[in-house]
């Protein structure tokens, strides 16, 4: 059974620092691109950032570029969202996603909330 798990989420200030982690299990996700999405409370899911397969590409979303930065460890079927000078538009449930062609795995998410 294939899961995507996420943790690091919590309650950090304006300014500070998390580290989300997603553990990919079931099966190997050598040739998925991987990555994170999020929802803010009343608004639709957004794409956040993505890294390919071989991990030598990602993408992110304009809103966070030069402040979040995504990176997978293909040997743990890892993929992390290290998240800096958050705001507080950055609160969201964040979610973890894996995709190949038409095949797309979500995990249940966790809780970013900044305070200002």
């Known amino acids: 059974q294939v899961q995507l798990a996420e943790s690091g989420g919590g309650l950090v200030q304006a300014g500070g620092s998390l580290r989300l982690s997603c553990l990919a299990s079931g099966r190997t996700f050598n040739d998925y691109t991987l990555g994170w999405f999020r929802q803010a409370p009343g608004k639709e899911r957004e794409f956040v950032a993505a890294i390919g397969w071989s991990g030598g590409s990602t993408y992110y979303a304009d809103s966070v570029k030069g402040r979040f930065t995504v990176s997978r460890d293909t040997a743990k079927n890892m993929v992390y969202l290290q998240m800096n000078s958050l705001k507080p538009e950055d609160t969201a449930v964040y979610y973890c996603?894996?995709?190949?062609?038409?095949?797309?795995?979500w995990g249940k998410g966790t809780l970013v909330t900044v305070s200002s």
């Open positions: 996603s894996a995709v190949k062609g038409w095949i797309h795995y």
